[in-house]
């Protein structure tokens, strides 16, 4: 079934089969939803395990856990251990573009829903496995975001200078390795486009995820052969790149080049500071960060975070305040960007609420991503004709 809107987006006429849960694999199919795929979350009977992660819950009554990666989507229930369910499923990976899951390695082999199964009977399928570990030595491993920042360096680096390793406060490993699945299935649709319709299989690990998105703090690791140190808030490699305490607030200040150094100097009534040999220059000014620090603290007490940061930004230093989540989404709405989406959907009693989840950050000028469905309820797609090729 693709609606009118979904009609419009860059992905319309691909079906996605997706059998994945929790964050992962959801955030992917999300996003090839809101781009115009024709999405079926195929839940256990039990449902998506997200659903139970409350509270909190929305107005419909879902988990806000759950919210965050199923817009988009139709919901039906197959119990793979049960034959006609999963004839049924193998019927829909027949009928599918593309199909997603995040199992075990091995687990939808004895279901005979794996690639080499699938693509006897469907050579067209892109078929994107995610797992934790990948599908070798690691394969038995469970694949939870916070085993795999701590076992992949996120943690080690992650946390104040004297402190105990910290995890990042959103499992950000899923949320690359969603990513990650998006831009494997869609290049790999291209390459379909460009042989004559044959599918192949994509294979994303959350560790090597993790590793590729560690960047600099990887390659010094492997250029030096020494792991980089915990240092809170400040950069490796920059400095001023730090958090400031500023009375009741704490001010983010990202200087980046000699010139926004001189002007951070010059308004905070320091000008000399540029010319010190200690800070004349980024890699001096990281020698010295420790120096450096108390200056700008001392200096920073003039004022309030607030008049910094509008100063700042009269200068085009980089400076901003540590916003709460709250406080992120008001300031993105109010530079235009529309963070938010709203849209209609019905509460366990049929009755219409709104729901809102975070807006897909893609923006395209000739096919607009699109809102056509809100997260759907356990099943509620359940006796829609969605094995149709024509639904």
């Given at each position: 079934?693709?609606?009118?809107?979904?009609?419009?987006?860059?992905?319309?006429?691909?079906?996605?089969?997706?059998?994945?849960?929790?964050?992962?694999?959801?955030?992917?199919?999300?996003?090839?939803?809101?781009?115009?795929?024709?999405?079926?979350?195929?839940?256990?009977?039990?449902?998506?395990?997200?659903?139970?992660?409350?509270?909190?819950?929305?107005?419909a009554g879902h988990s806000t856990y759950y919210v965050s990666a199923n817009r988009g989507k139709r919901s039906v229930v197959l119990d793979l251990k049960n034959p006609a369910d999963l004839e049924r499923a193998r019927e829909l990976a027949?009928?599918?573009?593309?199909?997603?899951?995040?199992?075990?390695?091995?687990?939808?082999?004895?279901?005979?829903?794996?690639?080499?199964?699938?693509?006897?009977?469907?050579?067209?399928?892109?078929?994107?496995?995610?797992?934790?570990?990948?599908?070798?030595?690691?394969?038995?491993?469970?694949?939870?975001?916070?085993?795999?920042?701590?076992?992949?360096?996120?943690?080690?680096?992650?946390?104040?200078?004297?402190?105990?390793?910290?995890?990042?406060?959103?499992?950000?490993?899923?949320?690359?390795?969603?990513?990650n699945a998006v831009i494997g299935i869609q290049a790999a649709l291209r390459e379909r486009d460009n042989n004559g319709g044959s599918g192949q299989c994509v294979k994303i690990s959350l560790l090597g995820s993790l590793l590729s998105a560690?960047?600099?703090?990887?390659?010094?690791?492997?250029?030096?052969?020494?792991?980089?140190?915990?240092?809170?808030?400040?950069?490796?490699?920059?400095?001023?790149?730090?958090?400031?305490?500023?009375?009741?607030?704490?001010?983010?200040?990202?200087?980046?080049?000699?010139?926004?150094?001189?002007?951070?100097?010059?308004?905070?009534?320091?000008?000399?500071?540029?010319?010190?040999?200690?800070?004349?220059?980024?890699?001096?000014?990281?020698?010295?960060?420790?120096?450096?620090?108390?200056?700008?603290?001392?200096?920073?007490?003039?004022?309030?975070?607030?008049?910094?940061?509008?100063?700042?930004?009269?200068?085009?230093?980089?400076?901003?305040?540590?916003?709460?989540?709250?406080?992120?989404?008001?300031?993105?709405?109010?530079?235009?960007?529309?963070?938010?989406?709203?849209?209609?959907?019905?509460?366990?009693?049929?009755?219409?609420?709104?729901?809102?989840?975070?807006?897909?950050?893609?923006?395209?000028?000739?096919?607009?991503?699109?809102?056509?469905?809100?997260?759907?309820?356990?099943?509620?797609?359940?006796?829609?004709?969605?094995?149709?090729?024509?639904?």
């Amino acid at each position: 079934m693709t609606t009118d809107k979904a009609a419009n987006g860059p992905l319309r006429g691909i079906r996605v089969a997706d059998f994945s849960r929790v964050l992962a694999g959801p955030h992917a199919s999300m996003l090839l939803a809101d781009f115009g795929a024709d999405v079926i979350k195929i839940e256990s009977p039990e449902g998506d395990g997200t659903r139970q992660w409350a509270p909190p819950v929305n107005m419909a009554g879902h988990s806000t856990y759950y919210v965050s990666a199923n817009r988009g989507k139709r919901s039906v229930v197959l119990d793979l251990k049960n034959p006609a369910d999963l004839e049924r499923a193998r019927e829909l990976a027949i009928s599918a573009d593309v199909i997603i899951e995040n199992f075990k390695p091995g687990t939808m082999q004895r279901f005979g829903l794996d690639y080499e199964s699938v693509k006897s009977v469907n050579p067209g399928v892109v078929y994107a496995s995610i797992s934790g570990f990948g599908d070798k030595a690691g394969a038995a491993l469970p694949g939870y975001d916070l085993l795999v920042q701590a076992v992949g360096g996120l943690m080690s680096i992650t946390g104040e200078q004297h402190g105990e390793p910290n995890k990042v406060g959103v499992a950000l490993v899923d949320i690359i390795s969603g990513l990650n699945a998006v831009i494997g299935i869609q290049a790999a649709l291209r390459e379909r486009d460009n042989n004559g319709g044959s599918g192949q299989c994509v294979k994303i690990s959350l560790l090597g995820s993790l590793l590729s998105a560690l960047a600099n703090q990887a390659s010094s690791t492997l250029e030096t052969g020494t792991p980089p140190p915990r240092l809170g808030n400040a950069h490796p490699s920059i400095a001023p790149y730090e958090t400031f305490v500023v009375g009741n607030a704490m001010l983010a200040v990202a200087v980046g080049t000699d010139a926004q150094f001189a002007r951070f100097m010059e308004l905070l009534a320091a000008p000399e500071a540029a010319q010190d040999t200690r800070f004349s220059s980024n890699a001096a000014r990281v020698v010295h960060r420790g120096e450096l620090r108390v200056l700008i603290e001392r200096q920073l007490v003039a004022r309030s975070a607030d008049e910094w940061v509008r100063l700042c930004q009269e200068r085009k230093i980089p400076a901003g305040k540590v916003n709460s989540v709250l406080e992120a989404l008001t300031y993105a709405t109010e530079l235009g960007l529309s963070p938010v989406v709203s849209q209609v959907a019905t509460d366990a009693a049929g009755n219409p609420v709104t729901v809102k989840t975070v807006a897909n950050p893609i923006e395209f000028s000739a096919t607009p991503v699109v809102y056509h469905l809100p997260p759907p309820h356990l099943g509620e797609h359940q006796n829609q004709t969605w094995l149709s090729e024509t639904d």
